[in-house]
C-alpha cells in the first residue's frame, strides 16, 4: 500500500501547540528528568519508551498522584505478562477522582442527558457526598476489599457513584449494560460471583420504555452470591421485595473514606467481546488505570478543568470506564442514556452542542450514519466549543475524516483511536501537537512501543504487520478471573511472540510515525500472499448508496483453495442485480485490489455483531468453515443469533 506523505488534512497551529498539556509536560520533563526539550511529540514518545521507568515517574509527579505509601521503585519485574508497576506503593482510584471536589465543589462534575436533551448537572459536592455515603452503606453490608460490586445499568450518573463507591471500599466494579439479555448478564457476572448488584427497573431507549424487571428478578436468582441488591427507579416502580432503595443509601452526604490499596489491587472487571466460549474477564488494576488514563485522558486528549468530555457509550463497553475517568483530570464528564439517533441522526451533535463539550467522542459508524444521512452539524448547531472530534470502535475511513472536516469546520482535531478493552486505554490515537493525515492515527500513545512485525518477528515500516507492543504498559491486565494459572491470558496475547503483546490487529506505522489500521489480523484477508484488512474492504463497497453495511470472511479450503464471500446488507427499496454486482466489484478492484475482488457476493437480512456493536467475522468464518454454531459462538455475545443460521446453513450447501 501507498504511504507516500500527502498534504494533511490539519495542522494545529502555534498558539494551540504551545497551550497543549503536552508541551507544557515535555518542558517540564526535560528540565526535571531529562526528556528532549527539542523534537516535539516524536522525540517526547522515543525517551517515553526507552526511558520507560523515568517517564512514568514523571507522569505520577506531573498529575500529583498522591501515594499513601511511597514505591520502591517503578517497575519491578518488567517482563509481560506480569510485570511489577510501583511496588509496596498504596493509593485509591476514587479518592483521585474525586479531588476536584475541594476546589470547584459548586460546579458540575456530571452532567446527565436522556432522550429529552435537557442537561441535568451533579456538582463535584454532590457527587463526592453520595459516594461517600454509598460507600459507608457498602461497608455496612460487609463490603470489603476485593469482593465484587456489579451493575445493571445504564449511562447515568448513579453508575458513576455506585462505581467510585465501590473504589473507594476497594471492592470491584464490573457492569453490563441493560439491553444485555439475562444470559448474557449470567455469563459475565457468574464468573466473577458478585455480593452486590446494582439495578434499574427498565430504561429508555428510542422513545420506548423498556422494563427489565424480569431480568433482573432472573439474575437475583442466578447469583446466588449476592447479599444485597440495590433498586434504582429509573421508570418509576417500588423496589422488589427485599431489595435496598438507592435513595435511602446515597442521602447522607458522608465525607468519603479511601482505603488505601495496593498500586496493583484490582479496580474493575471488563469482559471481551466472547465471541467464542465465555467473555474474558479481564481484570485491571487501580493504580494501573489511574496513570495509565491520567496520561491519555490528560496528555493526549488534553482535557483539563475547563472541559466538558462526551463520548456516546454504555456501561457494557470499555469507553464507558475511560469517559468516567476524565473525573481524573477535574473534566465535567457528559453521560448520555439513550438512543444515538433520537429522534433523528443528528442527535449526538445536538447533545454536544446543549453539554458545551469540548471533546464529542462517538464511533466511526456514527460519523458515517451522519455522511449518509445527509446530516450538516455546524450550520444546524452551534459547534463552536467542540475543539476535538475522536471516533473509535472501528477504524474511521478515509471520507470520514473528510466529512468531518468540511461539515464542522476546517480548524478541527480529527482523532481516530484505536486500543482495546484488554488495557482500557489506546495503543494510538490523537496527539493535539501533530497534524492530522487522512484514514490515519496521529501517533502511537507515549509510554506505549507500539510495533508493526511480520511473521518472523522482524518491525516493518510503511508495511501491513502484526500489532504489538514490546514493553508493559500500567493497564494491561494483572490477570483474567478464574485463570488461575494465567494460560488463558498468555494464549490471548503472548502466545505468537513470547514475551511481547500480540493484539490481535493488522497495522501499518508509517515513515511519518502515524498509525494505519487495517482490522482483526485473524480475520484478514489473504489472497495470493497480498494481505489486507476487512475495514478497508467495508470502507470502499460501504460508500455506494444500496449498502447498508456488509461483511466479508477469507475462509481457508480443506483443498488448499481460498474462498472470498462478501455479505451486503441493502439499504430499503435496493436490489442486488447485475448493475450493482459489477459495481461492488469494480470499486474494490480499482480502489483496493483485483486480488481482492470477493468471489461471491451475498445479500444477507442484516449483519450480526457483538452486543459492543462490532461486527462478528471470526466465527462467520468458522461456520462457514463447518464449525458447529454453539462451538463456533458464544450466543449470548450476539446482538441476533438468529442471523448466524444464514451462515450455518450457507456452509451446509457448499458441502
Known amino acids: 500500500m501507498s504511504t507516500v506523505n500527502p498534504q494533511p488534512l490539519w495542522r494545529p497551529d502555534p498558539e494551540r501547540i504551545a497551550q497543549a498539556r503536552v508541551t507544557k509536560f515535555q518542558a517540564w520533563a526535560s528540565a526535571r528528568y531529562g526528556a528532549p526539550a527539542d523534537g516535539g511529540y516524536p522525540a517526547l514518545h522515543r525517551w517515553s519508551v526507552d526511558e520507560l521507568d523515568t517517564f512514568w515517574e514523571a507522569v505520577t509527579e506531573w498529575f500529583d498522584v498522591r501515594f499513601s505509601t511511597p514505591c520502591a521503585r517503578v517497575l519491578g519485574d518488567r517482563s509481560m505478562p506480569g510485570a511489577q508497576w510501583f511496588p509496596g506503593a498504596t493509593l485509591n482510584y476514587a479518592e483521585h477522582a474525586l479531588r476536584a471536589a475541594a476546589t470547584r465543589a459548586d460546579e458540575p462534575a456530571l452532567l446527565h442527558v436522556d432522550e429529552t436533551h435537557e442537561p441535568r448537572p451533579v456538582t463535584w459536592a454532590e457527587l463526592r457526598g453520595q459516594v461517600g455515603s454509598l460507600a459507608a452503606e457498602l461497608r455496612a453490608l460487609g463490603v470489603r476489599p476485593g469482593d465484587r460490586v456489579s451493575g445493571y445499568l445504564p449511562n447515568i450518573p448513579q453508575a458513576v457513584v455506585a462505581l467510585l463507591a465501590t473504589a473507594a471500599v476497594g471492592a470491584v466494579w464490573t457492569s453490563c449494560a441493560p439491553d444485555f439479555g439475562a444470559r448474557s448478564v449470567l455469563d459475565r457476572f457468574q464468573q466473577v460471583e458478585p455480593v452486590v448488584l446494582f439495578t434499574v427497573d427498565g430504561y429508555r431507549y428510542g422513545g420506548k420504555e423498556h422494563d427489565r424487571r424480569e431480568t433482573v428478578a432472573e439474575l437475583r436468582r442466578e447469583l446466588p452470591t449476592l447479599r444485597a441488591v440495590v433498586h434504582i427507579p429509573l421508570l418509576g416502580t417500588d423496589a422488589p421485595e427485599d431489595a435496598l432503595n438507592w435513595s435511602d443509601l446515597t442521602e447522607a452526604d458522608t ?13 474493575w472487571v471488563l469482559y471481551s467481546s466472547g465471541t467464542t466460549g465465555l467473555p474474558k474477564a479481564i481484570v485491571q488494576s487501580q493504580g494501573g488505570i489511574l496513570v495509565e488514563h491520567l496520561k491519555q485522558l490528560g496528555l493526549h486528549c488534553d482535557l483539563g478543568p475547563e472541559d466538558r468530555f462526551f463520548w456516546y457509550t454504555s456501561t457494557g463497553w470499555m469507553m464507558w470506564n475511560f469517559l468516567v475517568s476524565g473525573l481524573l483530570t477535574g473534566t465535567t464528564v457528559v453521560l448520555y442514556d439513550g438512543s444515538p439517533g433520537y429522534p433523528d441522526t443528528g442527535a449526538q451533535w445536538r447533545i454536544a452542542e446543549r453539554t458545551g463539550a469540548t471533546l464529542f467522542g462517538t464511533s466511526a459508524a456514527y460519523v458515517m450514519a451522519c455522511r449518509k444521512a445527509g446530516v450538516h452539524p455546524a450550520r444546524d448547531v452551534d459547534l463552536s466549543r467542540v475543539r476535538c472530534v475522536a471516533t473509535t470502535g472501528s477504524p474511521l475511513p478515509p471520507d470520514g475524516f473528510r466529512w468531518l472536516h468540511d461539515e464542522i469546520r476546517d480548524d478541527l482535531w480529527i482523532a481516530s483511536v484505536s486500543g482495546g478493552t484488554d488495557v482500557c486505554s489506546c495503543f494510538a490515537g490523537g496527539v493535539p501537537t501533530l497534524p492530522v493525515h487522512i484514514g490515519e492515527l496521529q501517533a502511537p500513545a507515549l509510554g506505549t512501543d507500539l510495533q508493526s512485525w511480520d511473521p518472523h518477528g522482524d518491525p516493518v515500516i510503511d508495511e501491513v504487520g502484526e500489532l504489538v507492543v514490546t514493553n508493559p504498559m500500567p493497564s494491561m491486565p494483572i490477570r483474567f478471573w478464574n485463570d488461575p494459572d494465567g494460560s488463558r491470558y498468555h494464549d490471548s496475547y503472548f502466545d505468537m511472540y513470547p514475551g511481547v503483546w500480540r493484539h490481535g490487529d493488522w497495522i501499518t506505522v508509517t515513515s511519518r510515525g502515524s498509525v494505519i489500521i487495517h482490522g482483526r489480523s485473524d480475520s484478514t484477508l489473504n489472497r495470493q500472499g497480498v494481505r489486507m484488512g476487512s475495514a478497508d474492504i467495508y470502507e470502499a463497497v460501504e460508500r455506494l448508496p444500496e449498502i447498508k ?74 461456520l462457514l468453515q463447518g464449525t458447529p454454531l454453539d462451538k463456533a459462538v458464544n450466543a449470548g455475545s450476539i446482538d441476533d443469533v438468529s442471523l448466524l443460521h444464514f451462515y450455518e446453513d450457507l456452509a451446509r450447501k457448499r458441502r
Do not use: C, N
Request: aromatic share 6%; charged share 25%; glycine share 6%.
Open 255 to 267: 465525607e468519603p473514606v479511601f482505603e488505601q490499596v495496593p498500586f496493583d489491587h484490582p479496580l
Open 549 to 622: 453495511e456488509s461483511l466479508v470472511i477469507g475462509v481457508e479450503q480443506p483443498d488448499g483453495g481460498y474462498w472470498m464471500p462478501l455479505f451486503v446488507h441493502l439499504a430499503p427499496g435496493a436490489t442486488l442485480d447485475d448493475d450493482l454486482l459489477t459495481r461492488i466489484k469494480r470499486t474494490i478492484r480499482d480502489q483496493l485490489s483485483p486480488r481482492h475482488v470477493p468471489d461471491e457476493v451475498i445479500e444477507v437480512p442484516a449483519v450480526p455483531h457483538t452486543l459492543t456493536g462490532k461486527r462478528i467475522e471470526v466465527p462467520v468464518k468458522r
